[in-house]
């Protein structure tokens, strides 16, 4: 009997009005804010993402899907913010709008050890802006995320917030876990014995039991930022109490990703377990340059839909209970 690839489900007939209702809800709530669909393939050029996660990142190195014909290489793609960037910039969509605002819905592939929370193909609900470093914008992209959650019927979450700094502070930042990491390498997994080498920032991501303990006995505050990073930071967590957005300050928060600078965010759910993100996001004000587009800031977000069920399925009493019943019509 053949059987579907791990990693992968069917959705079936019975639940695709749940995926249809949280896609309606998606919609609506992105009109609201002046967010425009976009749609980009599900396969790109393998330099695309190469170029834009970078070399030493967790998905470059170990899960992209690639597909190979002749001398050329694409991949499956494994997050949605790379492909909008490279549409923007094919498009020469800075030259026909000013403030660019978009969302996505659609796959994305991670050729990963299939596991609760996680599949090798997955879905994901999305937004980018792009043209601004205003704080502003980082206010609105996460108040706009808190505002999604929240019109899914989705409660019990938490908002962390961080900010990596310029290009200049997260070169300070990686300086200050290296010195301080260097006398506790031996008592690092094998895992991140790589990552201090080549992305010292990702072992702060890491769960290992021990390499936890290492990471608790770090100190570390914003000591990195530069003057104008700390004011920006201070502009958007004024905006979000402003707007009575409850969220937790953590220095520890890095985003496994190389392009992120300045502000970063993550939104966890304990009932998810170890693996407790249901979307994250964050600023990344180089990337469209260094992809050859117009020198403009970005900042964006994605979340898991599988992630946003299972959460829903957890939180309900009745587990057979759809989420397309219970989410704000």
Not at 298 to 315: D, K, P, T
């Amino acid at each position: 009997m053949l059987k579907k690839v791990p990693g992968t489900k069917d959705i079936l007939p019975i639940e695709v009005s749940r995926w249809q209702k949280i896609e309606e809800i998606s919609r609506k709530t992105f009109s609201v804010y002046n967010y425009q669909e976009i749609r980009t393939p599900i396969i790109e050029d393998i330099a695309v993402y190469a170029r834009s996660l970078g070399e030493f990142t967790e998905i470059v190195q170990k899960q992209m899907f690639l597909v190979k014909n002749n001398e050329d290489t694409y991949v499956l793609r494994p997050e949605g913010t790379a492909s909008v960037v490279r549409a923007y910039i094919e498009n020469s969509l800075d030259k026909t709008t000013g403030i660019a605002k978009f969302y996505y819905i659609g796959p994305m592939f991670r050729l990963e050890r299939p596991q609760k929370g996680r599949l090798r193909q997955f879905h994901h609900i999305g937004a980018e802006v792009i043209g601004s470093g205003q704080a502003k914008v980082d206010i609105e992209v996460i108040s706009l995320a808190d505002r999604l959650l929240d019109e899914w019927g989705i409660s019990g979450y938490e908002i962390i917030v961080n900010s990596l700094g310029c290009q200049e502070d997260k070169k300070k930042l990686i300086k200050i876990l290296k010195d301080a990491f260097k006398y506790e390498r031996d008592n690092l997994c094998d895992e991140c014995q790589k990552r201090f080498q080549n992305n010292v920032l990702r072992i702060l991501d890491c769960k290992n039991e021990g390499c936890q303990k290492v990471i608790k006995k770090l100190n570390l505050q914003d000591k990195h930022l530069c003057d104008d990073c700390s004011a920006h930071f201070t502009q958007v967590k004024s905006g979000l109490d402003a707007l009575k957005i409850k969220y937790r300050i953590s220095p520890y928060l890095v985003r496994g990703l190389d392009y992120y600078t300045r502000t970063v965010f993550e939104i966890t759910h304990k009932d998810l377990g170890a693996q407790d993100a249901l979307g994250a996001g964050g600023r990344y004000d180089n990337l469209v340059k260094e992809l050859g587009g117009p020198d403009v800031s970005a900042m964006g977000f994605a979340f898991g839909i599988e992630r946003l069920f299972l959460v829903h399925s957890l939180q309900s009493t009745d587990h057979s209970h759809s989420l397309c019943n219970s989410i704000r019509r």
